[in-house]
């Protein structure tokens, strides 16, 4: 395969999985708006969503105040803004339509009715009730992405660049989140009585990751506790958007990657190394080490894999 199919198969899948994760956001931030009880539209709400995904600077450059319409306009729908889900559905789009021929009709129709219906979406017509909706709407699209990749692409080189780029993608944007909110999860807070402000953030850092529903299923006798979220979010595989599992998915993939070209290249032993080193961890030691860091060594280390990737495989 060239370089610059890889690149646009491993690109796609980053796109779309970024365009979700910024939608999840989005929902969270929306729902804790709505909530307060001072019916604040400047506070926590918006800058968890803008900080998480790196598009605080950007936003305030642009914006003097914290509004609704404001970061709605920003993150959803500016052309300015390269983390808006607009330009994440557009750069999918451009990278699927590069490599249209070797993707399944399904896979580009997904892509392509979404970016489609996207573009002829009115932002004046998403008024703040709608917008719950609209949010829905791209979730859905996101999943319907991953639903005709995992179930019409072939088991080829082309799925495992694929599968990478999600992945690669996912695992930053957990690790992110975590890193923003990291002093919400160290352990002292637990000793505190779920103060209202650490539930608020506990709350908001599963549901961005779409594990409120699931953390309840894996510690079934045990209230929100910030030792259990951050071991739930980074250790535990069965849990989809930990980092742990996200490692095994990568590892495995690059894995099945050289041995369809036959050859071990740098990127599969970095994949390896760090999928076994979550494997060995326990929270004890993270925390020994500071949650901080850790975060802060492990976006390293998955940028690094990513680099390599590019350069193992010659990215465009």
Not at 65 to 73: A, G, K, T
Not at 114 to 123: D, L, R, S, V, Y
Not at 225 to 243: C, G, Q
Not at 297 to 313: H, M, P, T, V
Request: net charge negative; hydrophobic share 40%.
């Amino acid at each position: 395969m060239l370089g610059r199919t890889a690149s646009s198969l491993f690109w796609m899948s980053r796109y779309h999985e970024r365009a979700q994760n910024i939608t999840r956001l989005l929902e969270v931030a929306y729902r804790g708006a709505i909530m307060s009880h001072s019916g604040q539209e400047h506070g926590t709400h918006w800058t968890f969503a803008l900080a998480n995904t790196g598009s605080e600077a950007g936003y305030r450059e642009k914006y003097d105040e914290l509004q609704l319409r404001h970061v709605m306009s920003y993150m959803i729908f500016s052309k300015d803004n390269p983390t808006s889900i607009r330009s994440c559905l557009e750069l999918a789009r451009n990278n699927a339509r590069a490599v249209r021929t070797g993707i399944t009709a399904e896979l580009w129709e997904a892509i392509n009715t979404t970016w489609i219906e996207f573009a002829e979406a009115n932002p004046q017509s998403i008024t703040q009730d709608k917008l719950p909706d609209f949010l829905a709407w791209v979730n859905q699209r996101a999943h319907l992405f991953r639903g005709a990749l995992l179930n019409t692409i072939l088991r080829d080189d082309g799925y495992f660049f694929s599968q990478l780029g999600n992945f690669v993608e996912r695992a930053d944007n957990t690790a992110r989140i975590l890193d923003t909110q990291y002093w919400a999860l160290l352990p002292d807070n637990d000793i505190v009585d779920d103060g209202a402000m650490e539930r608020y953030h506990w709350s908001a850092i599963l549901r961005a990751l779409g594990g409120r529903r699931s953390y309840r299923f894996a510690y079934p006798n045990s209230r929100l506790k910030a030792h259990n979220i951050a071991e739930f979010l980074i250790l535990r595989t069965e849990m989809p958007r930990s980092l742990a599992h996200c490692y095994d998915w990568i590892a495995e993939t690059a894995e099945d990657l050289a041995q369809f070209y036959g050859s071990r290249e740098p990127s599969l032993d970095l994949a390896a190394d760090l999928s076994r080193e979550l494997s060995e961890k326990q929270m004890r030691e993270i925390y020994q080490m500071g949650l901080h860091d850790f975060l802060n060594d492990f976006i390293g280390k998955n940028n690094a894999f990513a680099r390599q990737l590019s350069e193992d495989y010659n990215f465009a």
